[in-house]
């Protein structure tokens, strides 16, 4: 069966500091596909990046970037100079390549202080 | 281009009453989902729909649960009757492609609260 740890469920970081929050992902699939949101406080799930099991370039985007290490099973999100707009539950989620059995993990609460 | 749209936003019932949700997803989108998020904990996924047709059911307590995608596009879910313990946040999402491998854009989420 699939699953995906978040070991870190709450961090607090002062702003413009650099935060990492981890995801450990399972699964026996060999093409799979791997996900992050963002839940602010509103609610509302917002998709952040869609990553391949086959794809292992790190990525980056503005003041975020994303670790793939396939012999780790990890997808990390670090945020760099972190914002109080940050401030959100992020959720890491796995999918099988033949589209069942998405899941989320349980989610890290970022608390990012003025 | 319009969201994923959901209502009501909130509802407050007793136990055993019956409860219905409703999605219209993005336009176009073959895909849809219904989530449910306990506080503090991941989204569950109860049931996914390839156009009209169940892909994924298996989580759906289905004795109590039950959900339609009629004409493929816009969703009902059901909760008849309710327990205390499906005081959640129910969300549901779409998405263009089939399967759950593309991206899903997700509703603001029905609020249930069962007393």
């Known amino acids: 069966a699939q699953k995906v740890t978040q070991a870190q469920t709450e961090i607090s970081v002062v702003e413009k500091e650099d935060v990492t929050l981890d995801c450990v992902y399972e699964t026996r699939d060999t093409t799979y596909y791997l996900f992050w949101y963002k839940q602010p406080p509103s609610g509302e799930l917002v998709f952040l990046i869609r990553?391949?099991?086959?794809?292992?370039q790190n990525e980056i985007s503005g003041r975020y970037s994303w670790n793939f290490q396939k012999s780790t099973s990890s997808f990390n999100f670090t945020i760099t100079a972190s914002q109080v707009v940050d401030s959100a539950v992020y959720f890491c989620a796995l999918s099988e390549a033949r589209g069942q059995n998405f899941v989320f993990g349980p989610g890290t609460r970022l608390s990012v202080l003025p | 281009e319009a969201g994923v749209a959901q209502s009501p936003r909130y509802k407050i019932i007793e136990k055993r009453q019956s409860v219905a949700f409703w999605c219209n997803p993005i336009s176009g989108h073959a895909t849809l989902y219904w989530y449910q998020q306990i506080l503090g904990q991941g989204p569950k996924l109860l049931i996914q729909f390839q156009n009209n047709g169940v892909v994924d059911d298996s989580q759906l307590p289905k004795d109590r649960f039950s959900a339609e995608r009629l004409k493929g596009v816009d969703s009902t879910l059901k909760i008849q009757p309710a327990k205390l313990e499906d005081s959640a946040v129910y969300l549901c999402a779409s998405s263009y492609l089939s399967g759950s491998t593309d991206t899903q854009y997700f509703g603001p989420g029905t609020r249930l609260t069962v007393l």
């Open positions: 990553r391949n099991s086959f794809d292992e």
